[in-house]
């Protein structure tokens, strides 16, 4: 690789679960079916990810930013450490941060675990986790050994992957749920680090667990407290110090969105879709330094290492084992075969009530398997827009197929809908008329849905279509 190349892997929300703390029986499966990662398969799919990294003799860097284990236990965080290790015999130099997934706290501090849990048969029993302030000690040679400079309080650290490169990575625990973010001496800490940085002469990127911006609009309207705390005082400090990029996590999306502020200044936030989903990506950024250019590109695996998917790809075999790839399954199960669908359903549909319910649940799984894209474009009000060669593909195409096209896209980025589409057509319209029925009648649970200035119909464009940068995979842009 050129000398004036750096370039490094970044891995987000691994959410490893070690093999010691789960037993086969319903409790693991059904708190995997209400998941959206593939908990059992996290080893093999971090295994999956290392081989390939451990094959590019060219990039010796790799990140992780947080999730790195699924519920703070120490058996899983001693398994993820042995990987970082093996990472380091083969002559790669590893920077970790942890976030919430990472530990837990019997209540001295809010957290999202107050206890780590073992699947037993039958339920679960409590084992031992680690504390927040442990976890600095516990990877401390994976990142703040090699640091230029570490932030005390949040344990954030600035380190060099490369001549002319640094990278904050940013430890935004804060106080682990309704603040994820840094206190206001490690703003002034990272604010002195980019100065630092470019007083050097070097230019700086950002990695941090927590989104700075939102994949959807929905996102920061109803869920603000997940994004990064102090986001909108990160975006000024990002466009007046030039700092082109933030990686981020934690959404699971794979998105790259773009801020600019009114002088026309900007960044990249590029969040990474969680490892641990069907269809996990790394991210592979290479810098050009003497061009100034940065290039990101996505790394997926095809195959599971020890894992019999019995001639399946990865992403085939993983899919259905959570609840988008789940609801895929139930409604063909629903209209046929009434027992596999209770079976299927458990933890994830009122299966009691639908126990007594056997034919009114096969007459609508029946018919909503039936209804085609014509019916939502009449109902829309878009029918009349579409051609006679249109209307008639529509009258044969199941709604349903879309429905699960979009699911399948909802992590992954990328939804393949664009506004020329018979398929975005009709959904927009429809969502423009349940907008207008929505303000006309007051309906006060959906209103608070929707962000302000703006409406249903542009909510739903952020499921459709990339209406992002235009791809949420690749990137390429100026670091000047
Ligand atoms: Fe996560
Ligand atoms: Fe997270």
Same mark, same amino acid.
């Given at each position: 690789?050129?000398?004036?190349?750096v370039?490094?892997y970044?891995l987000?929300?691994?959410?490893?679960?070690?093999?010691?703390?789960?037993?086969e029986?319903?409790?693991?499966?059904?708190?995997?079916r209400g998941?959206?990662?593939a908990?059992?398969?996290?080893?093999q799919?971090?295994?999956?990810?290392?081989?390939k990294?451990?094959?590019?003799?060219d990039t010796?860097?790799?990140v992780f930013?947080g999730?790195n284990?699924?519920g703070?236990d120490?058996?899983?965080h001693?398994e993820?450490?042995?990987r970082?290790?093996k990472l380091?015999d083969a002559?790669?130099?590893?920077y970790v941060?942890c976030a919430t997934h990472d530990y837990?706290?019997?209540?001295?501090?809010?957290c999202?675990?107050?206890e780590?849990?073992?699947?037993?048969?039958?339920?679960?029993q409590p084992?031992p986790?680690l504390?927040?302030?442990e976890?600095?000690?516990f990877?401390r040679?994976f990142?703040p050994?090699?640091?230029?400079?570490?932030h005390?309080?949040?344990?954030s650290y600035?380190?060099k992957?490369g001549?002319?490169?640094?990278?904050?990575m940013?430890c935004?625990n804060g106080?682990?749920r309704?603040?994820c973010?840094?206190f206001?001496?490690g703003?002034?800490?990272?604010t002195e680090?980019?100065?630092e940085?470019?007083?050097?002469?070097?230019y700086v990127?950002?990695?941090?667990?927590?989104p700075?911006?939102?994949?959807w609009?929905?996102f920061?309207?109803?869920?603000e407290?997940?994004l990064?705390?102090g986001?909108?005082?990160l975006?000024?400090l990002?466009?007046?110090?030039?700092?082109?990029?933030?990686?981020?996590?934690?959404?699971?999306?794979?998105?790259i969105?773009?801020?600019?502020?009114?002088e026309g200044?900007?960044f990249?936030?590029?969040?990474?879709i969680?490892? $641990?989903?069907a269809?996990?990506k790394m991210?592979?950024?290479? %810098?050009?330094t003497? @061009? !100034?250019?940065c290039?990101v590109?996505? =790394?997926?695996?095809?195959?599971?290492?020890?894992i019999?998917?019995?001639g399946l790809?990865a992403y085939?075999h993983?899919?259905?084992?959570?609840?988008?790839g789940?609801?895929e399954?139930?409604?063909p199960?629903?209209?046929s075969?009434f027992?596999?669908f209770?079976s299927?359903?458990?933890?994830?549909?009122?299966i009691?009530k639908?126990?007594s319910?056997?034919?009114?649940v096969?007459?609508v799984?029946?018919?909503?398997?039936?209804?085609?894209?014509?019916?939502?474009a009449k109902?829309?009000?878009?029918?009349?827009?579409?051609?006679?060669e249109?209307?008639r593909?529509?009258?044969?195409?199941?709604?349903?197929t879309?429905?699960?096209?979009i699911l399948?896209?909802?992590?992954t980025?990328? $939804?393949p809908?664009s506004p020329e589409?018979k398929?975005?057509? %009709?959904?927009?319209? @429809? !969502?423009?008329k349940?907008?207008?029925? =929505?303000?006309?009648?007051?309906?006060?649970k959906?209103?608070?849905?929707?962000p302000?200035?703006?409406?249903?119909?542009e909510?739903?464009e952020?499921f459709?279509y990339?209406?992002?940068?235009?791809?949420?995979?690749t990137?390429?842009f100026?670091?000047?």
């Open positions: 690789m050129p000398n004036n190349t370039s490094f970044l987000t929300d691994t959410h490893l679960v070690s093999p010691d703390i789960w037993e029986g319903k409790p693991i499966d059904l708190r995997e998941d959206q990662i908990l059992k398969a996290t080893p799919i971090l295994d999956s990810f290392i081989d990294i451990l094959a590019d003799r010796n860097v790799v930013t999730d284990v699924n703070g120490v058996a899983s001693n993820f450490r042995d970082l290790q380091k002559g790669k130099t590893v941060t837990c706290s019997t209540g001295e501090d809010e999202v675990f107050h780590a849990i073992r699947y037993t048969k039958t339920g679960t084992i986790f504390r927040k302030h976890l600095f000690d990877y040679e990142g050994d090699q640091a230029l400079s570490v005390g309080e949040s344990g600035t380190v992957p001549e002319g490169l640094r990278l904050i940013i935004d106080n682990g309704s603040h973010g840094l206001e001496d703003v002034r800490w990272l680090q980019i100065r940085a470019k007083k050097a002469g070097d990127m950002l990695a941090v667990h927590h700075v911006l939102p994949p609009e929905v920061r309207h109803m869920a407290y997940e990064y705390g986001y909108q005082e975006w000024k990002m466009c007046e110090e030039g700092v082109r990029v933030v990686f981020t996590g934690h959404t699971h999306v794979q998105s969105r773009k801020y600019t502020d009114e200044r900007w990249l936030d590029v969040s990474t969680a490892l $641990a989903n269809a996990g991210r592979k950024i290479t %810098v050009d003497a @061009a !100034a250019v290039s590109e996505s =790394v997926g695996i095809d195959t599971l290492k020890g019999d998917t019995g790809s085939d993983l899919y259905h084992l959570n609840f988008p789940i609801i399954k139930l409604l199960l629903g209209a075969d027992d596999a209770l299927l359903g458990e933890g994830l549909l009122p009691d639908l126990r319910h056997r034919f009114l096969q007459k799984c029946r018919k909503a398997l039936r209804i085609p894209l014509s019916t939502a109902l829309g009000g878009t029918w009349r827009g579409f051609s006679r249109e209307r593909q529509l009258r044969k195409e199941p709604l349903i879309s429905v699960y096209e399948r896209h909802i992590y980025g990328n $939804a809908f589409t398929v975005y057509r %009709v959904f927009s319209g @429809a !969502a423009k349940i907008d207008g029925l =929505v303000r006309r009648f007051h309906i006060q959906a209103l608070d849905l929707i302000p200035g703006s409406s249903l119909a909510m739903a952020d459709l990339n209406n992002r940068t235009g791809d949420d995979d990137v390429t100026s670091l000047k």
